[in-house]
């Protein structure tokens, strides 16, 4: 009896139903294409006309927006090589908090381009060899570029500048109001070593009602909560925060008591009575007027809270707890117990405040430098606030960056135009097949200034045509203006205000770079079959049930 002889390749090796691809066309041009499907999702979305994106998630939760991040994120991408670009994209999050759709269209306009080398004939590794040196080129002349800096963190007029173009990509028209908030809400708790300043201080608070215009800033913390007492406002209130509920503690075992007379019922709950009568009457005697809990507030401790006329705040999140104790200065409690005076907080004033039809309660600092600040969004639908949160961050993101690094560059695709121009003139001087790929380089570079231009209407040969013109006549700061009437128009970035974060640009480039290097580098695709067990049989006589 005959052996059954194996199928000869790599098929032999692994179990039944793995894939195999390999060479350019199975594996490198499948990859690219991927990774160009995803850039061009959000292509359409990047700059101020950039259009929104209807995204419904998993959970079925509608998202309306043109961030970037935010429309990849809730995509959940399977694909493995546009995984890479989508990791890219979250690094610039991490480093930067804006540039995200830079990264993403740079890297499909590097892949895009090299696929036409690689059908001319090139081999993967000349063209990564060509990217790694333009992109160390690039970043070579990016610090030349800069054209000015924030030197004074505490300038309004300076930070607002540098902050209004990341805000104007998600809310155009409405910049210069929301800059000031972000600018106002940064600026107020800038430490005195800026390298210190911490985003998660600056919060923001969604609330309906109104229009977005109506946004307000205030120094202290915003909770949508009620109070659970009958006191309502406190001036120069003294804090007891507690991690615990404030009731009485239950014993840790269970026990059985027997009443015999009308005395001993009459006597049974007034220990329990005097013990917390006499934590609040301490309370109250080391100068606490507001006690903040973690915990329920027990019937009678409430009682003789309200007896003493002290304000009682429950917060459920402990991060809120923690937020508190930041802003007053004063320290969180485990257990019930007087807190003594340096573990006391100090706020100007807590109140109960109603914004809308929405009760709040607010801790104020107004006399004191606040060490948080909080942004309330006002709008008409929960979409529209989520969309205005997502712009405050970038601008909030921004100001960290800039505390990194002061440097701004020329905006409106000033900046990638004139990285494209001595880029080319720098692939010229190399004599091997790399310089075909520099060049390349230098061309995908433009997708910023044709995004912008494609997006706002206009055509974006003519505006590329025309910066380039610009540029060789020694304009280096010269970008595109979407604002011009008539036809495309070339003005100065600076004398626009339109700035681009350094580290942002800086960030991108080499982001981008990497995960385009990195999808080139693949020359086979090995996939596993899947676990699991078989799906579940469908019988449509089933009911809903």
């Known amino acids: 009896m005959a052996l059954p002889v194996p199928m000869a390749g790599l098929a032999s090796m692994l179990k039944d139903g793995a894939k195999h691809y390999h060479g350019l066309d199975e594996a490198v041009f499948r990859n690219i294409d991927a990774c160009k499907k995803i850039s061009n999702i959000t292509r359409s979305s990047f700059g101020p006309c950039g259009m929104n994106k209807m995204v419904i998630n998993h959970l079925e939760k509608l998202f309306v927006t043109n961030d970037a991040a935010t429309v990849i994120k809730e995509l959940e991408v399977e694909h493995p090589a546009a995984k890479m670009l989508v990791m890219g994209m979250q690094m610039q999050d991490q480093e930067v908090g804006d540039g995200t759709n830079f990264v993403l269209i740079f890297g499909g306009a590097l892949l895009s381009h090299a696929e036409e080398l690689l059908r001319m004939g090139l081999s993967p590794s000349e063209v990564i060899e060509g990217y790694n040196l333009a992109s160390k080129k690039a970043l070579e002349i990016l610090p030349s570029l800069v054209c000015t800096s924030v030197k004074d963190l505490s300038s309004s007029e300076q930070v607002k500048n540098a902050i209004r173009p990341a805000i104007s990509n998600m809310q155009y028209g409405n910049e210069d109001f929301f800059s000031d908030l972000v600018t106002e809400a940064c600026i107020s708790i800038l430490p005195k070593n800026s390298k210190n300043f911490n985003v998660d201080n600056v919060r923001v608070t969604k609330i309906l009602g109104a229009g977005v215009l109506n946004s307000t800033v205030m120094k202290g913390l915003v909770f949508k909560r009620e ?50 009568e006499s934590l609040v009457k301490g309370v109250s005697e080391a100068g606490c007027n507001v006690v903040v809990s973690g915990g329920k507030i027990g019937e009678m401790a409430l009682h003789f809270l309200n007896k003493y006329k002290i304000m009682v705040i429950r917060l459920l999140s402990k991060f809120d707890i923690r937020r508190v104790c930041k802003t007053t200065g004063a320290t969180a409690l485990p257990k019930m117990m007087v807190p003594t005076s340096d573990e006391a907080g100090y706020c100007d004033s807590v109140e109960i405040d109603e914004i809308g039809d ?6 104020r600092q107004v006399k004191e430098e606040s060490l948080i600040s909080t942004i309330i969004v006002r709008g008409s639908t929960s979409g529209i606030m989520d969309d205005v949160e997502r712009a405050l961050d970038d601008g909030i993101n921004t100001f960290k960056a800039l505390t990194k690094d002061d440097k701004l560059l020329p905006g409106a695709g000033a ?35 044709r995004a912008l231009a494609e997006n706002a209407g206009f055509k974006p040969n003519e505006i590329i045509s025309k910066l380039y013109a610009e540029h060789e006549a020694g304009h280096q700061n010269a970008g595109f203006s979407i604002e011009s009437v008539g036809g495309a128009s070339v003005k100065n970035a600076i004398d626009s205000s339109l700035y681009d974060l350094y580290l942002s640009r800086y960030w991108g480039i080499k982001l981008a770079t990497n995960a385009a290097t990195t999808v080139l580098r693949v020359d086979q695709i090995i996939m596993a079959k899947r676990a699991g067990g078989p799906k579940a049989k469908e019988n449509k006589s089933w009911d809903d049930d």
Do not use: H
Request: hydrophobic letters at 35%.
């Open 227 to 276: 109070v659970e007492g009958d006191t309502t406002k406190v001036k120069n209130a003294k804090l007891a925060v507690y991690t615990c509920p404030f009731d009485a503690m239950n014993t840790e075992t269970k026990g059985t008591v027997l009443i015999k007379s009308a005395e001993e019922l009459k006597t049974f709950s007034k220990g329990e009575e005097e013990l917390i």
């Open 358 to 363: 929405t009760n709040v309660v607010a801790f």
């Open 415 to 449: 900046t990638e135009i004139e990285l494209a121009k001595q880029l080319t003139s720098y692939g010229e001087t190399c004599s091997g097949l790399e310089q075909y790929a520099i060049k390349t380089f230098a061309e995908s570079l433009e997708v910023v200034p």
